[in-house]
């Protein structure tokens, strides 16, 4: 089946609404140089930083990568951290941010120690996370609701994108779940798949698509995949397997396997799965079927697999993995 390059250039006019927890990935940067006299570690002299939006945060990097205009619902904290990230998405063309709801408490952020050489990739030594100090406020979430309510008439599709923070709550679900009878709806969550029944596409990788099935992970994904579809209620199911590809499973019993895209030499994972949410919504909110959207996703989260750290996907890039794929953007 053919992927013609028009379909990526819509991309530009597509407007996606991102329901989730946004965080702050901070990367701090720096080489070994002595042992240390208090304990047997590496003492790590401190060279840079940078701070990236993550999980939801990054899902809408993607978008806006992609060209598309992007209205977030999110909360960020009155801190450092939601600062700067506020600073870094008002920075960018395309985005919506009155949807952004800011509270008094600290933004989630996760920190990663990387070290290494000059002349050498540095590895992630350790990572430390900043979690809620207490839950969202009822007027934070009153706040959220309204937004979204909002928002929903204007947007031609959602992503809800659920790290377990607190935002997507019940009540959110609720909206959402009435959004989708409209509305393209795909949700990307860790935890809470079994409570996002009623949607248009959920995309799980292949240890959260085995949990919510209830077997092993030895178990064939097929066997997963139509569990997953006799009880969710959903039009598809995109489970992403790394270096195994990608599995579609659709409402009417059929079921697509799309192998890897690009080599399986992977430099990083992080935030794949919020590339592959991206460019699947963009993919059905463009006018391509689940198993074109699913395609397009997995040459999208090739890319960002090859880049060190959190990463985004331009539209560029896609094309021109597309070609690679299968040929001048043919089948």
Do not use: W
Not at 169 to 192: F, H, T
Not at 220 to 241: F, K, N, Q, W, Y
């Amino acid at each position: 089946m053919e992927i013609r390059p028009e379909l990526i250039d819509r991309f530009r006019d597509r407007r996606i609404c991102v329901v989730g927890d946004v965080i702050a990935d901070i990367y701090i940067y720096g080489k070994p140089h002595k042992l240390s006299r208090e304990a047997p570690v590496v003492c790590v002299k401190y060279e840079q930083e940078s701070l990236c939006p993550g999980s939801a945060g990054n899902t809408i990097n993607n978008l806006l990568a992609l060209g598309a205009h992007v209205f977030p619902v999110a909360c960020v904290g009155r801190d450092e951290a939601g600062d700067r990230l506020m600073d870094h998405f008002s920075a960018a063309p395309n985005i919506e941010m009155g949807g952004f709801v800011r509270y008094d408490g600290m933004t989630v952020t996760k920190t990663r120690i990387l070290a290494g050489d000059t002349h050498t990739s540095k590895q992630q030594v350790i990572r430390i996370d900043r979690e809620m100090e207490a839950p969202l406020s009822t007027a934070c979430r009153a706040s959220l609701m309204k937004k979204l309510a909002e928002v929903a008439p204007a947007v031609d599709a959602v992503i809800m994108s659920d790290y377990e923070y607190g935002l997507i709550d019940a009540p959110i679900r609720a909206l959402i779940k009435d959004i989708a009878r409209e509305k393209i709806v795909v949700g990307d969550s860790r935890y809470n798949l079994a409570e996002f029944k009623g949607i248009t596409l959920i995309t799980p990788n292949e240890s959260e698509a085995y949990a919510l099935a209830g077997l092993g992970p030895g178990a064939p994904v097929e066997e997963a995949g139509r569990s997953i579809m006799g009880r969710m209620d959903v039009e598809a199911l995109l489970i992403t397997r790394g270096n195994k590809g990608m599995a579609l499973f659709l409402r009417d019993g059929q079921v697509r396997h799309i192998s890897i895209s690009g080599t399986d030499e992977i430099a990083d994972v992080t935030g794949a799965g919020d590339t592959v949410a991206a460019a699947v919504t963009l993919g059905l909110a463009s006018g391509a079927d689940f198993y074109t959207a699913a395609r397009i996703a997995n040459c999208a989260a090739g890319v960002v697999v090859m880049k060190r750290g959190t990463a985004v996907v331009t539209a560029e890039e896609l094309k021109a993995v597309i070609g690679e794929e299968y040929g001048s953007m043919g089948a």
